[in-house]
Each structure stands twice: as structure tokens, then as C-alpha cells.
């Protein structure tokens, strides 16, 4: 509709446009007419000079247009585009709002229950950004406890939880121990899998802190 407040400059261009795609066709067949049709000569070379304004017309004015239509059709409705939660989670991380992330967060986990992503995502923020990782360790694990999440997310979620254990508190024992629970829980699984893996890895980090911590201990007895 010409009166639609939604695009208030597009259907004017598009009358611009179309009047000056008309005029140049016009131009074009009136200026054919008035050459001399039994010189070939003369048609040769208005058909050269239309290619070549017509080209450089083509490049500079009706490619942008056809590009700007079809980005128009195909990616927008004509709509405000409206901010979903995770781009609002992500502004407010950006601007160091770590409670209002959060708060979005727990809207995308109110909206789909089955996502853990969002989950994990609040827990991270505790972690790094609020740097209290026990509240992290506390949320995933109330959140695995709350209801019965498909495999993929519940072991998603109990890696998260065993990384927090080695990497943030040091506590190898907690770790391996969410990691045998994996193991147990999925069985013959890619999950068992990795968890044998990171498992193998929670145990060296283990073994190495505990000789550092030997070597630390021989040092002081010695001085």
C-alpha cells in the first residue's frame, strides 16, 4: 500500500525507478527509428554505444536495485526487527550487566526447558564474570536435578560441572568423581567416551599437583 507508514520511501523509489527504466527503453527504440536502417554501419555503432551505457547503467544502478529487492523479499517482514533474548543476553554482557544476562538467560531456559544451553550459559557467568564458581556448581546441579534431560544435554551439562571441579576449584576428586558418574550413567556411549578421556586427563593434573605439592613440601622442610 503507497500509504503504508512501514515503508514510507520504498514504493516512491520503486516509481523512480521504474519511470527512469521506461524512459531510457523509450529513448532507446525512438533513437533505433531515426537511424538509417540501410547503413549498417550506423546500427553497429548505436548498439555499441546503447551496450556500453547500458552496461555501465546496468552496473551502477539496476544490479544495487535488483540486490536491494531481493534482500528486502527474502530477509525482511516488513516488521521492526525485534531482539531476542540471546542478543539481549549477549548486549548485556558486552556492556558488563552480568545480572541482567543472566535474567535473559533464564527467560530462553523458561522458553525451552530442553536447551541446556542456556544453563550452561548462567553457569559460566557465575564462574568467570561474577567469579563464583560455586554458585555455578550449585545452579547445574540443581538445574540437572530439576527434571529428566535428554542425554546429549544432562552430559553436556556434567562436563561442565567436572571442568568447574578441576579448573576453577582445583577439587580433581569432585571431578572425577561427576566424570565416573557419566561413565555409569551413559554407558557404551560417545559421553563415556570423552569422559574416559577427560578422566585420564583429571588424574595427571592430579598426579602433578600432588608432586608439586610434595616437591613444595620437601623444599620448606629442607629450609
Known sequence: MLGDSRFPNMNTNLIIRICVVALVILGVIMGWNAIDKENPGMQLIYMIIVGVFGGLAGVKYV???????????????????????GMKAVAKLAQGDYDG???????????????????????????EKLDDPRRALAFLQSSLES?????????????????????????????????????????????????????????????????????????????
Open 147 to 223: 527434571k529428566q534431560w535428554e542425554q546429549d544435554a544432562a552430559a553436556f551439562l556434567m562436563f561442565r560441572m567436572a571442568d568447574l571441579h578441576a579448573e576453577k576449584l582445583d577439587d580433581h576428586q569432585a571431578a572425577r568423581g561427576v566424570l565416573e558418574q557419566v561413565i555409569g550413567t551413559f554407558p557404551n556411549t560417545r559421553h563415556s567416551a570423552n569422559a574416559h578421556h577427560k578422566l585420564r586427563e583429571v588424574e595427571q593434573a592430579q598426579f602433578k599437583a600432588a608432586m608439586d605439592q610434595r616437591l613444595k613440601g620437601g623444599g620448606s622442610q629442607q629450609s
Open 63 to 85: 544490479i544495487p536495485w535488483i540486490g536491494d529487492a531481493m534482500g528486502t523479499f527474502f530477509f525482511s517482514s516488513g516488521e521492526q526487527v525485534q531482539m531476542d533474548e
Open 101 to 127: 544476562a543472566i535474567r535473559e538467560y533464564e527467560k530462553i531456559a523458561r522458553d525451552k526447558p530442553e536447551d541446556a544451553f542456556p544453563v550452561a550459559e548462567i553457569a559460566k557467568i557465575c564462574s
